[in-house]
């Protein structure tokens, strides 16, 4: 297979307009399947979680899960659709071993959702809408693992072994209008649209939403016009780019591949495009041919879903406060700077901040303990910093002593790490470790006079008005006190000593 | 008479995965004409008051509460299937190399 040929982004951008669309498919977490009694469950052994209707076996009668229902209507509020009235389901006809029964139970020409929109922020704050065209019900497919030939790829592969157990999941295929006008923050906006349909399924509550799990997995369309040029260009469907950077890479790709192609004089071919992680390219896969006539059809087996207002607005009533929404409110509550707050949440802290400053800190003490400690012990272990132990109550008490002039800055960072090492709160850590500021001026004063005493040339620069010189004088007293004592009191107490004005 | 010929009945019998002869695609290309006549008439005895249905019976939301039922074990799954390897199906590879 030959490497294709690209253009740069800059060149490909100065020639044409890309138009992007995006098929994005949700696996919902509900305990069963959409239309079996079997589980839904991830990782378990294979073909365990099947029972006769997920196999297809002739006769059996699927049943509509109806929180699989609420679930998607739930997604269609939120991505700000309507919900049709009644709706039905359709067979959607192909053979391929992933699928027992020869079609696939879909929804075809009435979706359950559909004329929605979402307004996309991207990094720099411009907004962008993106269209929704539709969000309908379906069931995922078992899973094939190739076997034989390189590398478990299907090209080569002698034969294929199905697992049937993610046969039958519910599914919620959510479908772009195309998006047009994006220009070259295509790639940009493509990352941040599927980021935003994840936070949004995620926030529901109706998906686990984890892409190296597959719980959301995106198909990304991408065609080039000429500037100017009204017509759309012909499209390439990249499938299943299924992390956040590989959406955004492969946009960006397929943009420099089409933009060569059309350099060349060559039509774009319309087909199927597989995405390749390692070397960030995609392959072609099937050309569309007559194996895209599917034969929809009503699905006999199943009654129309009727969506009756009152229950759509029950539903509607349920759905928690939309994502971009909590952001906005919770920078305007925190008086963070964007520049604060994109920190905030990239550093995945957000959620811990809200606790914390509900549970009494200030926001500005939140944040310093987050992103400051916090995060940089999270990096070092490795985990996100909200797993790693530390409590929003044990900020608000750990920033209390600091603020009480209890502990110092440096205290506390011993303190978390005995907080960390599980020796208790940080009362009984400073208790334990001894760690407590030195307050009482008594020690203080006969480390001071050792200080001056140990450099007399100092001292007596000070007498002299060289105030500046006194951090020699400091340092030794907070050296004698191993670091326990409070700074700005040594230093008052040295000027009173020495009778100079500070 | 509804316009079915040869190579619509070659189409669909590919889609469908039917072998036919030269000889049958010619007969059902008749025959599906027919058929398809015979079901148009449905449309001529439906008025105007009738709405379209997908489903003879006039129900809707038959549902089922999301709760856990049987299942099979790996090997009940398995044993009609024409051969298996590593407690799943084994099927024959589907596309060839590119």
């Known amino acids: 297979m030959s490497a294709d040929t690209i253009l740069s982004f800059e060149e490909a951008m100065e020639k044409y307009d890309p138009v992007l669309g995006f098929e994005v498919h949700v696996e919902l977490n509900t305990k069963t399947k959409m239309f079996s009694s079997a589980p839904n469950v991830f990782g378990d052994d294979p073909n365990t979680n099947v029972n006769e209707v997920d196999l297809g076996l002739p006769g059996v009668l699927p049943v509509v899960n109806k929180a699989a229902v609420e679930s998607s209507i739930k997604i269609g509020l939120a991505l700000n659709c309507k919900i049709a009235e009644s709706c039905r389901f359709a067979r959607k006809n192909y053979f391929y071993p992933d699928t027992p029964k020869n079609f696939q139970t879909s929804q075809y020409d009435e979706p359950i959702a559909y004329d929605g929109y979402l307004d996309i922020e991207l990094e720099d704050g411009t907004v962008f809408r993106v269209e929704i065209e539709r969000a309908h019900m379906e069931e995922d497919a078992g899973k094939l693992t190739h076997m034989g030939g390189a590398a478990g790829r299907i090209q080569g592969a002698d034969y294929s072994l199905v697992d049937y157990n993610r046969a039958g999941v519910p599914l919620v295929e959510i479908v772009t209008k195309p998006i047009e006008g994006a220009g070259s923050r295509a790639p940009e906006l493509a990352k941040a649209y599927v980021a935003a349909v994840r936070e949004i399924v995620k926030n529901l509550g109706v998906s686990d939403a984890r892409m190296e799990r597959g719980n959301v997995r995106c198909d990304a369309n991408v065609s080039l016009r000429p500037h100017g040029q009204e017509r759309f260009g012909i499209r390439s469907e990249t499938k299943n780019v299924n992390s956040l950077r590989a959406v955004e890479h492969a946009v960006r790709f397929e943009i420099q591949r089409h933009a060569a192609v059309l350099d060349s004089g060559q039509p774009v071919i319309q087909e199927t495009r597989h995405w390749h992680e390692d070397t960030r390219t995609t392959t072609s896969g099937r050309a569309k041919s007559d194996a895209d006539d599917y034969r929809y059809f009503p699905e006999p087996d199943l009654v129309p879903v009727v969506a009756s207002r009152e229950w759509v607005e029950e539903l509607r009533a349920t759905l928690p406060e939309p994502p971009a929404a909590r952001r906005k409110r919770l920078q305007a509550d925190w008086g963070y700077s964007d520049l604060e707050f994109r920190d905030v949440v990239n550093a995945g802290v957000m959620d811990s901040i809200e606790e914390t400053v509900a549970a009494g800190a200030s926001a500005s003490a939140a944040r310093k303990w987050w992103m400051g400690e916090i995060v940089g012990r999270a990096k070092t272990a490795d985990v996100d910093p909200a797993d790693l132990g530390v409590s929003p109550q044990t900020i608000v008490e750990l920033n209390g002593l600091v603020e009480e002039g209890k502990i110092n800055n440096k205290m506390a960072s011993q303190v978390l790490d005995g907080v960390l090492a599980g020796e208790g709160t940080p009362a009984e850590i400073v208790e334990k470790r001894g760690l407590a500021v030195v307050s009482d001026d008594g020690p203080l004063l006969e480390a001071i006079d050792a200080a001056l005493a140990a450099q007399p040339d100092v001292a007596e620069k000070i007498r002299g008005g060289k105030v500046q010189a006194i951090g020699a004088i400091v340092g030794g007293v907070m050296k004698a006190t191993r670091g326990q004592a409070d700074a700005g009191r040594v230093r008052e107490l040295i000027l009173e000593k020495l009778g100079v004005e500070g | ?98």
């Open chain 2, 1 to 98: 008479m509804a316009a079915i010929n040869r190579d619509d009945v070659a189409h669909l019998a590919r889609l469908a995965h039917i072998e036919m002869s030269a000889e049958e695609l010619d007969r059902m290309a008749g025959e599906l004409a027919v058929i398809v006549d015979s079901v148009k008439s449905v449309s001529e005895a439906a008025g105007e008051d009738v709405p379209a249905t997908s489903h003879p019976i006039p129900l809707s939301n038959v549902f089922r509460e999301d709760v856990v039922g049987h299942t099979f074990t790996a090997e009940q799954a398995l044993s009609g299937a024409p051969d298996a390897a590593e407690d799943r199906f084994k099927v024959p590879a589907i596309l060839d190399e590119d």
